[in-house]
């Protein structure tokens, strides 16, 4: 348990002084998953193909429309910067051989929707 931590504070440190020279993903993000209602009136679930989950809103694309569907969202990710380093550190943890919390978990402010099909499979 304590090599474990040990381990994740290198990764935090290798990673910090290593601030922009490791691969840089973009704001921009193709998610293709399945819509579902969220907690209010204007967010929405995104579950990813990839086993991610997404909140996502939009002011230009009628997200309600898609509930229940499997589309392909496109869009910003919120705070971008600030969320690919917490990835890079999962990512980095992981291959260190800890197991918790593999899959990506964010916002993103939807831009356009690509229906890929009209149900979702589970």
Do not use: Y
Not at 67 to 92: L, P, R
């Amino acid at each position: 348990m304590k090599i474990n931590k040990f381990l994740l504070w290198v990764v935090l440190a290798s990673m910090s002084a290593a601030l922009g020279f490791g691969k840089e993903k973009g704001n921009v993000r193709e998610i293709t998953g399945c819509l579902s209602k969220g907690d209010s009136a204007q967010e929405f679930l995104l579950s990813g193909n990839d086993g991610s989950t997404w909140e996502v809103r939009s002011s230009k694309v009628a997200l309600a429309e898609h509930v229940g569907h499997t589309i392909t969202a496109t869009g910003a990710v919120s705070h971008a910067k600030m969320h690919n380093m917490k990835e890079d550190t999962k990512e980095m943890a992981h291959d260190t051989g800890m197991k918790k919390g593999d899959t990506e978990h964010g916002h993103m402010t939807v831009t356009a929707v690509k229906m890929v099909s009209d149900s979702c499979q589970k």
